[in-house]
């Protein structure tokens, strides 16, 4: 139904505009993140022209084959929404909150550690903590900050029986306001094999970072030489 090129231009535009940048395309979430199925289709129709066949099915493909569940359809009332990642304050409180594991972990640096160790874990660019269901996952998604994350353990049980919630985002992701520091101790390091495809993805993204510095850089070296 849609070529390699069209999935990866519409799976990042449905991502920026349920998490980060709705008004963009002039579409309006709501208190919990929901957004009109409509409105995402003409909102991409109208920025980018060379989408002019987008339908709403395109939209629910995208949904139904996305591995790591980052959305929620709701097909009755032409609804959807991101579960997590979102950079934009949204109620994320009606998740389901059953079937929370034991254990859950949350990759970190040598630099934050320490802090974290003080403060717990806060929400900070993404509005939510976001945890993982395994050591693995945490891993991965820390290399994609950094070449040799710290993995954190956080003792979920005991975090929602002392009243922090632990909210399920999808098979593998967790969210939660805050998790206090005496739920958490450092992992026990283990050896983890990262999947080509991931590595490829993990090097796309520094060079984007760097590049997206450079570009910084050159703005600042500009600025400071009209200043003078």
Known sequence: MLNDWELVALSRMLAGILRHFPEKFGVRL??????????IVKGIKRRHRRFGWL??????????????????????????RATYGHSIKVDLSDLPTEG???????????EELEFIQEMGLKPGDRKWVH?????????????????????????AHAAVEA?????????????????????????EKREVEVPEE?????????IRREKKLQREQERMRRYGSTED
């Open 30 to 39: 709501d208190d919990h993140g929901w957004a009109n199925l409509y409105d």
């Open 55 to 80: 339908k709403i099915k395109h939209i629910e493909a995208i949904v139904l084959t996305d591995d790591k569940g980052r959305y929620q359809l709701d097909l009755e009332n032409r609804r959807i």
């Open 100 to 110: 929370i594991p034991e254990t859950l972990y949350y990759p970190t640096t040598e």
């Open 131 to 155: 945890l993982s269901k395994n050591y693995e996952d945490a891993y991965i998604a820390g290399r994609h900050r950094v070449d040799d994350p710290i993995v954190l353990e956080i003792d």
């Open 163 to 187: 009243g922090y919630p632990i909210y399920v985002a999808s098979p593998k992701v967790f969210i939660s306001n805050e998790i206090p520091p005496e739920f958490i101790t450092v992992a």
């Open 198 to 206: 991931e590595l490829k993805k993990i090097e796309e993204e520094k």
